[in-house]
């Protein structure tokens, strides 16, 4: 296997999390924050995105997976797992790897709206350029980045490489 070419440094997500952490910390005080992480590609970002969080806020994790091959997503998407907790009334913060179709997103977004939480926002640590997507509301973004594949951080290739610590490209 290649080594994977760095497009975003470990450094460079750190400091960007910790700008994150610190509007989300500003925006919901005083507030029932409960952060949402869709795995498994958000485990990383929501774990290190979250210490940047300087409040009482509550965790619960959902876990989808849409059909297709290992590239491309088809909009179907399956949920795996549900939210353990009641979201009726609370301010949730979806937390996500990357929006590429923005498919999943989509259809999560509409799906919790449904459960009447007092406030559903959305953060990203990737966002695709150059794609044609539904509008989507990220309050709180990381990176934009070129349409290309991208590993690590949490993303996979065939489930492999969530543990690269940055966010690096296959060039082959
Ligand atoms: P979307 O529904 O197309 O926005 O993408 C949904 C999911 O596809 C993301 O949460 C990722 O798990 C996965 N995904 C999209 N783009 C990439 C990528 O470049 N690398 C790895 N996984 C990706
Ligand atoms: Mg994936």
């Not at 353990?84 to 790897?97: C, K, M, W």
């Not at 991208?150 to 065939?158: F, K």
């Amino acid at each position: 296997m290649n080594t994977p070419r760095e497009l975003i440094s470990a450094q460079e997500i750190e400091s960007k999390l910790a700008e994150m952490g610190k509007a989300i910390t500003d925006d919901y005080r005083g507030k029932d924050l409960l952060m949402v992480g869709i795995l498994k590609g958000a485990f990383i970002v929501m774990a290190d995105l979250a210490r940047h969080v300087d409040l009482p806020v509550e965790f619960d994790f959902m876990a989808v997976s849409s059909y297709g091959s290992a590239t491309k997503t088809s909009g179907v998407v399956r949920i795996i797992k549900d939210l353990d907790q009641e979201v009726a009334g609370r301010h949730i913060l979806i937390v996500e790897d990357i929006i590429d179709s923005g498919l999943t997103i989509h259809y999560l977004m509409k799906n919790l709206s449904v459960r009447q939480p007092a406030s559903i926002e959305l953060a990203a640590l990737l966002i695709k350029d150059g794609i044609e997507r539904p509008p989507l509301p990220v309050r709180y973004e990381g990176f934009h980045i070129p349409p290309e594949f991208v590993i690590g951080y949490g993303l996979d290739y065939a489930e492999k490489y969530r543990n690269l610590p940055y966010i690096g490209v296959m060039d082959d």
